[in-house]
């Protein structure tokens, strides 16, 4: 199987950057905390790297870029080297510092991405035995188990000798959907706008009254020009320009949103002379009321003028 040690091209990073927290600088301490590596199809390789700074084995996710869902996992031995926890090659440089332990990767790996007094650690299994957690004698642990592990945890801890642990109860005490500690983080987390919804943001910024027309005619924004790439008028201001041609080209917008707002169904009818566009849908002036898009039921037809090129 074709894999690379390290690479940004992979579901987890996708999703990750659909949130606004992860920036680029973000990522890019991740990955140099993790080294996080991707298969040719894409699934993130999770590399569980020893006190030595040597590659033990690989943990590969298949997940759902937009959701975070993870599917399936299997695992990238490296030359039958016993395996160690994700992130033990972290501990030298910390030697002082609490350590976080969860059971998966991906865990890790997005808690420590944010401000906590941890460095971050998984097991990478469902049940650690004793011997998986002997690089953390002599440290203080905190565990944060997945939601309904508690006592799995807690039994497994207390078989490791001289080792000083808390285990949190935080996930057996939180509603919802969220099953680990990072499900629970980034559910309080923005998600990075659309396209539609940034254009619309930078919109507000250049005129909020267009905004607002926007909003209350349900239009689609399909883009905006930045100001940069508007060449600049050269001609010498000897007198007020004109707003006609820019008010045109707001007005050529809305109508082309409400052409696809009526799908091709009856368009004579809002273009009729009887009937105007409102916030509300279409306002026939023979009926005096709004009317359901595309039903044309004035009983007008003929004479509706020809269709405006």
Same mark, same amino acid.
């Given at each position: 199987?074709? $894999?690379?040690?390290?690479?940004?091209?992979?579901?987890f990073f996708?999703?990750?950057?659909?949130?606004?927290?992860?920036?680029?600088?973000?990522?890019?301490?991740?990955?140099?905390?993790?080294?996080?590596?991707?298969?040719?199809?894409?699934?993130?390789?999770?590399?569980?790297?020893?006190?030595?700074?040597?590659?033990?084995?690989?943990?590969?996710?298949?997940?759902?870029?937009?959701? !975070?869902?993870?599917?399936?996992?299997?695992?990238y =031995?490296?030359? +039958?080297?016993?395996?160690?926890?994700?992130?033990?090659?972290?501990?030298?440089?910390?030697?002082?510092?609490?350590?976080?332990?969860?059971?998966?990767?991906?865990?890790? *790996?997005?808690?420590?991405?944010?401000?906590?007094? =941890?460095?971050?650690?998984?097991? !990478?299994?469902?049940?650690a035995?004793?011997?998986?957690?002997?690089?953390l004698?002599g440290?203080?642990?905190?565990?944060?188990?997945? #939601?309904?592990?508690?006592?799995?945890?807690?039994?497994?801890?207390?078989?490791?000798?001289?080792?000083?642990?808390?285990? $949190?109860?935080?996930?057996?005490?939180?509603? !919802?959907?969220?099953?680990?500690?990072?499900?629970?983080?980034?559910?309080?987390?923005?998600?990075?706008?659309?396209? *539609?919804?940034? *254009?619309?943001?930078?919109m507000?910024?250049?005129?909020?009254?267009? *905004?607002?027309?926007?909003?209350?005619? !349900?239009?689609?924004?399909?883009?905006?020009?930045?100001?940069?790439?508007?060449? #600049?008028?050269?001609?010498?201001?000897?007198?007020?320009?004109?707003?006609?041609?820019?008010?045109?080209?707001?007005?050529?917008?809305?109508?082309?949103?409400?052409?696809?707002?009526? @799908? +091709?169904?009856?368009p004579?009818?809002?273009?009729?002379?009887?009937? @105007?566009?409102?916030?509300?849908?279409?306002?026939c002036?023979?009926?005096?009321?709004?009317?359901?898009?595309?039903?044309?039921?004035?009983?007008?037809?003929?004479?509706?003028?020809?269709?405006?090129?």
């Amino acid at each position: 199987m074709k $894999s690379e040690i390290t690479s940004f091209n992979s579901s987890f990073f996708e999703y990750l950057c659909g949130f606004v927290w992860f920036d680029q600088e973000r990522l890019e301490a991740l990955m140099k905390r993790y080294p996080i590596g991707a298969t040719e199809q894409g699934e993130p390789i999770f590399w569980h790297i020893n006190s030595e700074h040597k590659i033990t084995n690989g943990r590969i996710i298949t997940m759902d870029s937009e959701t !975070g869902k993870v599917y399936d996992d299997s695992w990238y =031995y490296q030359d +039958g080297r016993p395996t160690c926890l994700f992130g033990e090659h972290l501990l030298d440089s910390f030697p002082t510092q609490t350590v976080a332990l969860v059971m998966d990767e991906m865990t890790a *790996a997005i808690m420590s991405s944010f401000p906590t007094p =941890y460095v971050w650690l998984a097991t !990478g299994k469902e049940k650690a035995t004793p011997t998986d957690l002997l690089p953390l004698v002599g440290k203080s642990v905190v565990v944060f188990p997945d #939601k309904g592990d508690y006592s799995k945890w807690q039994e497994t801890l207390q078989a490791v000798p001289n080792l000083q642990f808390y285990i $949190s109860d935080v996930m057996e005490k939180v509603q !919802g959907d969220c099953h680990t500690i990072a499900q629970m983080v980034l559910s309080q987390q923005p998600l990075r706008p659309t396209e *539609a919804e940034a *254009a619309l943001m930078r919109m507000e910024d250049a005129n909020p009254n267009i *905004a607002l027309l926007v909003k209350a005619l !349900g239009l689609e924004v399909v883009g905006i020009s930045p100001t940069s790439d508007i060449p #600049k008028d050269e001609t010498p201001k000897t007198k007020p320009t004109s707003k006609e041609p820019k008010q045109d080209a707001v007005m050529q917008s809305i109508l082309l949103a409400q052409e696809e707002r009526w @799908h +091709g169904r009856n368009p004579e009818c809002h273009k009729c002379k009887f009937s @105007h566009e409102g916030i509300n849908g279409t306002y026939c002036g023979k009926l005096h009321r709004y009317v359901e898009y595309g039903k044309g039921d004035c009983g007008v037809e003929a004479d509706i003028p020809p269709a405006l090129g």
